[in-house]
Each structure stands twice: as structure tokens, then as C-alpha cells.
């Protein structure tokens, strides 16, 4: 299954192009970590992308909680993606009537579309959503993660839910990327990337109903392929060093995962 296959063979595998690229940057960089750049202000997300890049496969953005967001800094952003090779990642979670999503993804100060590779949706409001971020303007090589499960305590999504959700992508091959998710789902179609987010070795939670696994555990428990770590490595004197370690692990508990 999923779980037992490289990254490498899973390239030829994936119908989504940026979840081939993805592919191909995890086995060249020999890298599985996705920093969340939860950052308030410009140039400590540019900074950030500086220190972090030779790390990550993913910068993983929330573009609207930038103060003085101002377009400019999307070149410099693309510019360091480029040269670190990293993918941006808008973690928008698109959730609204098609038409909406289609004006929240292409227009506004943000306009997603023209510098994101990747972005989230939810399937709450169904196919939709997916028309809409398939057929708007911007970049021609596009994916969307669905998300069919949450770290967050309490959630209201349930098995039913997280089924259809997968089942909704089943039905958009060529534009879904992958699943952000918590447990090994969708083991039988490895051109799927999971996502899990939820990752810190400091804390189990936070005071805001975040859940946190180790990265060991997110890999070899929950199946992701990609982990995302946001403040255990923005919060940390040394973010470099904080993503190289986390890297090292989640690199080691993959290769052992091969091993199975
Ligand atoms: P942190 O590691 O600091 O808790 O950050 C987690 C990041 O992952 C946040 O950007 C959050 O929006 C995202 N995320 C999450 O924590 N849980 C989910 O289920 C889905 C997410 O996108």
C-alpha cells in the first residue's frame, strides 16, 4: 500500500502535477516536513522562508493574517520558493458556494490563484467548491488538499463525513493533490499525498483545542506523508535549527516506515 511505497515511485503515481512535483522535491531534498508560516508580519514570513527553506517541501501560508500584507511580497516569496525549491501552500480552506470560492481564490488583495500551487478546501459544501478552483484563472498547475479530518478537539466532523469527503475526490483525480487528515486513509491510492498537521515534540495541545503528535507518531501511526509543524519551529529561538531537527525525524521515521 501507500504507507510500504518511496516517494520517488510514488511521482509516476500521482495525477495531480504539483503532487508529482511534490513527489520529486520530498525524494530530492529528502524531505517530508511542511512548516506552517503562521506569522504576522512581512518580512518574518520572508525570513522565515529564508531560514527554513533548505528544510521543507512546503511553506504552508495563511496569507489574510499578514498585517502589512501588501502584493510585493508574493514575488520575493516565489523568488525563495524557487531557489530553495519548496512549494507555497495557501492554507485557505476554500468552504463557500462555488461562485464565492471561485472570487475568493482568483480575486481580493490576495488573489490565491496567481502564486499558490496548492490550497485547501473543505467538502462541506461539496463539488462546488472543486468546479470552482478548477476552472478560475491563475496558475495552470494547480492542487487542492480536501480536508477530511481535524486536529482540532471536538470537531463536528465525523466517519460519514471524512468517507465522503474521500469520495469527493475520487471524483476530481486530476485536481486533487491530497487529504489533510489525522489517520492512514486512502491506502490504496498512493498518487494521494496526506497531510497531518497537529506536530510538536514541546507540547500535547494548546490552550485553543490544537492537538499535537510527535512526528514519529504522525508518520508511523497516522499515516502522513507530509507533516505539517508550525510554532514548534516558529516559536523557537532558532528556527533553522528547530526545521532541520524536525526534518532528521520525520526523514528517519519515513525511512523506517520503507521498511515495513
Ligand atoms: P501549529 O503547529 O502551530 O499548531 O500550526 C498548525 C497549522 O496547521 C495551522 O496553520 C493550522 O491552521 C493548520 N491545521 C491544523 O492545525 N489542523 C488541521 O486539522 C488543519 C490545519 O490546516
Not at 192 to 199: A, E, R, S
Amino acid at each position: 500500500d501507500r504507507l510500504t511505497l518511496s516517494f520517488l515511485t510514488r511521482t509516476n503515481l500521482a495525477k495531480n502535477p504539483v503532487a508529482a512535483e511534490l513527489f520529486q522535491i520530498m525524494a530530492t531534498k529528502q524531505t517530508n516536513l511542511c512548516v506552517a508560516a503562521d506569522l504576522t508580519i512581512s518580512t518574518d514570513i520572508l525570513n522565515l522562508a529564508e531560514q527554513v527553506g533548505p528544510y521543507i517541501c512546503v511553506f504552508k501560508t495563511h496569507i489574510d493574517i499578514i498585517e502589512d500584507f501588501h502584493p510585493n511580497l508574493l514575488k520575493p516569496l516565489q523568488e525563495i520558493a524557487e531557489r530553495h525549491n519548496f512549494i507555497l501552500f495557501e492554507d485557505r480552506k476554500f468552504a463557500d458556494i462555488g461562485k464565492t470560492v471561485e472570487l475568493q481564490y482568483s480575486k481580493g488583495i490576495y488573489q490565491v490563484s496567481s502564486w499558490a500551487k496548492l490550497v485547501t478546501a473543505h467538502s462541506i459544501t461539496g463539488k462546488g467548491v472543486l468546479d470552482a478552483i478548477k476552472e478560475s484563472v491563475g496558475l495552470e498547475k494547480r492542487g487542492v488538499f480536501l480536508l477530511a479530518e481535524t486536529s482540532a478537539a471536538g470537531s463536528l466532523i465525523n466517519e460519514n463525513y471524512t468517507e465522503a469527503t474521500l469520495t469527493l475526490a475520487e471524483q476530481y483525480p486530476e485536481l486533487i493533490a491530497g487529504i489533510v487528515c489525522q489517520s492512514p486513509l486512502f491506502l490504496q491510492t498512493p498518487g494521494l499525498i496526506q497531510l497531518t498537521p497537529g506536530v510538536q515534540l514541546e507540547a500535547k495541545s494548546d490552550n485553543l483545542g490544537q492537538q499535537y503528535n510527535s512526528p514519529e507518531s504522525v508518520i508511523l501511526e497516522k499515516g502522513a506523508d507530509v507533516a505539517v509543524v508550525g510554532r514548534g519551529i516558529t516559536k523557537s529561538a532558532k528556527p533553522e535549527i528547530a526545521a532541520e531537527k524536525y526534518k532528521n525525524l520525520l526523514w528517519a521515521a519515513y525511512s523506517k516506515r520503507l521498511q515495513k
